[in-house]
């Protein structure tokens, strides 16, 4: 393959994707040139996914039309557009995926035949699901399905879907191209985050502390302190391995999660999210304690290089469902309410925060892709800090009077 000249284009996080054409021949159906459109990490990468393109093209009878009989209805090509790209995705961008089609895009379009579907129709769903989110009922810090306020996530994926009706021939264009997303209005009853008070996190860890010790309990008490002491994501602490907690340097290495779907998945949320966080004495000496006590009680459990530091019961590793419904019983004994197993995170910022920690330092721990992704979420929480400035004020105005 020649050497194709490449568009580097940087993405919000800083990384650089190489994009590209590649002719991949004359349609043998329609008798037109076909080019696709290769994105990948590296040139190499990219020099590999052509060839693949190309590979595909040659294999499907170098066509890549699809007759437009077989998606007359809009349903017909989102399954078929399933298909193809949902094997493709990450097991928390596909969860995702699925749920912005089944509560977005499929109720308003389902029953449309493509032929009928307009720019002008699509622009009045989008505006509908503005509305919706504007004037959508908030409880529990949750909105109904289909009334949230990423609807813009929904837009994006239809115009994907559309593009993939165009690639094989069953549309002439793409009807959601031009259609642009409005902005949801700001709304001023936004609920606050979960996190301890200081008097329920006391109560937290006295309950712990009275815990008996059992294998289950000292399970549970790890991994709580974990969060709690690291502010990691609990699909990060499930996809933990030994040979990621380096006890000499004193941190532990951030690179996998496991999914809603249970299984682990390499490069977390985002690319910040990959990262060490370090870990002070009383961190290392209970994950000590905790590697010996797996070595001495839990025969079936190998603390191999490769051994994760929760495994599961039936499984390599835990799990988020077990997780959380181990943690409510937990919470309902004492008597605390429930902040669900994010709120460790929240409550670990928060103490950062009010402890004098910087905003940049909080976001490198977090694995936040921007500090102003910090600033928004835990600024509000900072009410012993803010009380001490105002301290800090009034000792210094004493001081001249």
Known sequence: MRTQKLKEVKKADGSIVFV??????????????????????????????????????????????????????????????QRVYLPTLKDSTRVATENYINNYLLPPLQIYQLKDITPRLISSIVKRWAVNADTAVITNG????????????????????????????????????????????????????????????????????????????????????????????????LALTWKDVDFNNQFIHVEATVTRAKRVQQMPKSQDSVRDIYINANTIKRLKDWKLHQAKNLKTISISSNGFVFPGAHAPHGNYPQARDQFMRHLKKAGLPNIGLHGFRHTHATLLLNNGAEYKEIQHRLGHASISTTRDTYSHLSQEKARQTAEILNFSLKKIQ
């Open 20 to 81: 590209g054409q590649v002719y991949l021949g004359i349609d043998s159906v329609t008798k037109k040139r076909r080019n696709t459109t290769v994105r990948a990490k590296s040139r190499r990468q990219w020099n590999t996914k052509a060839q693949q393109a190309k590979n595909e093209f040659n294999e499907n009878g170098r066509t890549t039309y699809v007759d437009s009989f077989k998606f007359e209805t809009f349903e017909e090509l989102v399954v078929d557009w």
């Open 142 to 237: 949750r909105r109904e399905k289909g009334k949230g306020k990423d609807y813009s996530n929904a837009l994006f994926i239809l115009k994907k879907i559309f593009d993939y009706a165009f690639e094989v021939g069953a549309l002439e264009s793409n009807p959601a191209m031009s259609i642009r997303a409005p902005k949801p209005q700001k709304r001023t009853n936004k609920q606050k985050i979960k996190v301890f008070t200081d008097e329920e996190l006391r109560i937290w860890l006295e309950y712990l502390d009275a815990l008996p010790d059992t294998p289950k309990n000292i399970y549970d008490i790890n991994l709580y302190m974990l969060l709690l002491e690291t502010g990691m994501r609990i699909g990060e602490a």
